[in-house]
Each structure stands twice: as C-alpha cells, then as structure tokens.
Nanobody
Framework: VQLQAYGGGLVQAGGSLRLSCTASRNIAGINAMSWYRQAPGEQRESVATITNGGFTHYEDSVKGRFTISKDIGKNTLYLQMNSLKSEDTAVYYC??????WGQGTLVTVSS
C-alpha cells in the first residue's frame, strides 16, 4: 500500500491549507486513517484520526481549527487546516492504521 501526501506549502499565520493523501488501494473499511506531524527537533505527534465509522479525534491544539475527512470513492484522506499558527509548522504525514505511511508534506506557517 502506498500513500501519497501533498498540499503543503508556505502560508501566513491565520491562513488555510488543505492536505490530501491518496492511497494506492481502497480505503473503505480501514480501521483508522490519521495525520501526524513532526516539527524540527520534535517527536512525531498525532494530529487527527478518522475511523471506519467516521468517528474523528483531534489533538487538543488543533481542535476547532483542523478537520479530517475522507472520500472513499477517491481513496483520499484530507486535512483542512484553518487559522494556522506558526507552531503548526511541521512535516505532515498520513498513515493507515499506523502501519503504512506517506512520505510527508511540509507545512510552513510564517508569523
């Protein structure tokens, strides 16, 4: 299974970005798909998760700003990021069940 993450870039604080992660196989029935991020010098941390049933979970610092969703027909996972802050700067990774990982896409938020 291959995951391709894209959509990162440079944005000013307060701006928005939408990350996408396209899977090489059908994502229907997958227990959980998640977004993680890793800032320079920091450990990788969970950002958001969506389960097979559509239940979502967010890390506290992104609640109310980020929205995770998926389009099964397109085999794609999304992360809509609004009201971005400088502390959101990181490489963002998508993962399927924490087993398969995408290559990461860099998000840089300038203050």
């Amino acid at each position: 299974v291959q995951l391709q993450a894209y959509g990162g870039g440079l944005v000013q604080a307060g701006g928005s970005l939408r990350l996408s992660c396209t899977a090489s196989r059908n994502i229907a029935g997958i227990n959980a798909m998640s977004w993680y991020r890793q800032a320079p010098g920091e450990q990788r941390e969970s950002v958001a998760t969506i389960t097979n049933g559509g239940f979502t979970h967010y890390e506290d610092s992104v609640k109310g700003r980020f929205t995770i969703s998926k389009d099964i027909g397109k085999n794609t996972l999304y992360l809509q990021m609004n009201s971005l802050k400088s502390e959101d700067t990181a490489v963002y990774y998508c993962t399927r069940n924490l087993i398969y990982w995408g290559q990461g896409t860099l998000v840089t938020v300038s203050s």
